[in-house]
């Protein structure tokens, strides 16, 4: 391992100008499902709670509610400063997308219950090249690899990816020093930890995560927009203790193009949300619990 990128995987990780919330900070009643208003715009999927935290971070006007078929969803809005806002919702998976609980499954779940335009994978995961990227830059799928796949972005999500990081400030009180990036074109392997074999297959991926295949599985079969925008909190084969100080960094960061790119709501006004009569064709449809 060179000697510099040691000394930045131990270095200490640049002050975040975000607070987070805590888990004990999050809504402790839920308004029943009939007094939630649907549909929603985007859907927000993370795995665990540090990713989770960084977006409810960016929610306005959050509150959650419960539907039997999804468990607890919580909603808020983003938007612009002339009182344009998206509805967002935000929502929990594990981490193996195959799984009941996965990404596929939850997202398949929300997809059915809410329609919404687009989701987003958003959290933190490993880089695989560190003369591409650096802890605390942030890499949004412009291709995803699974076993199975390699896949583009869905269309309209290809044509606003190249933009993402306009006019996005990095959320750190010493952004200018730090210097880090949203790699927009970045090549993100979606496959299960230690799979060494794919890594070496695949030599043009930048970053590795787990839940972004099950997330494209759902959404390609409903015909819904997605995306995997993930922040670098660690770099396979390296010491994972870097992780424990880095993963806060990758989540919020990750967070903030998110939220970057649904203050302007305009973009999306023209976006369908997902067409219920799809679903109904295939008789999976159960839009009111």
């Not at 649907?38 to 927000?44: A, F």
């Not at 970045?186 to 043009?204: C, F, Q, T, W, Y």
């Not at 839940?211 to 993930?230: C, L, M, Q, R």
Request: proline residues 6%; aromatic residues 8%; neutral net charge.
């Amino acid at each position: 391992m060179p000697r510099e990128t040691t000394s930045v995987q131990n270095a200490s990780p640049p002050e975040l100008n975000v607070t987070l919330p805590l888990m004990s900070d999050l809504p402790e009643t839920s308004f029943t499902w009939n007094d939630v208003e649907l549909l929603v715009d985007i859907l927000l999927l993370t795995v665990e709670d540090c990713e989770f935290l960084s977006c409810f971070a960016y929610l306005r006007e959050p509150f959650k509610s419960y539907h039997i078929s999804t468990g607890p969803v919580y909603f808020g809005c983003m938007g612009d400063d002339q009182g344009k806002k998206m509805k967002i919702v935000l929502m929990r998976c594990c981490k193996v997308p195959g799984v009941p609980g996965g990404s596929l499954s939850v997202s398949k779940d929300a997809i059915l219950l809410l329609r919404p335009k687009a989701i987003f994978s958003v959290g933190a995961c490993s880089g695989l090249n560190n003369k591409k990227v650096k802890l605390g830059d942030v890499v949004v799928s412009a291709k995803l690899i699974t076993a199975a796949h390699k896949t583009p972005p869905s269309r309209d999500i290809g044509k606003l990816i190249k933009h993402v990081a306009d006019g996005w400030k990095a959320p750190l009180q010493n952004a200018d020093e730090y210097n880090a990036k949203v790699h927009c074109d970045g090549v993100v392997l979606s496959i299960l930890e230690a799979n060494r074999d794919m890594i070496r297959k695949h030599p043009e991926a930048i970053a590795v995560e787990m839940e972004g295949g099950g997330v494209y599985a759902a959404a390609h079969d409903f015909k819904t927009e997605w995306v995997v925008v993930k922040g670098i909190k660690d770099f396979v084969d390296e010491m994972k203790s870097s992780s424990k100080k880095w993963k806060r960094i990758a989540c919020v960061m990750a967070a903030s193009v998110v939220a970057n790119i649904l203050n302007d709501p305009v973009i999306f006004q023209d976006w369908p949300h997902f067409n219920a009569g799809i679903a109904s064709s295939l008789n999976l449809v159960f839009l009111q619990g």
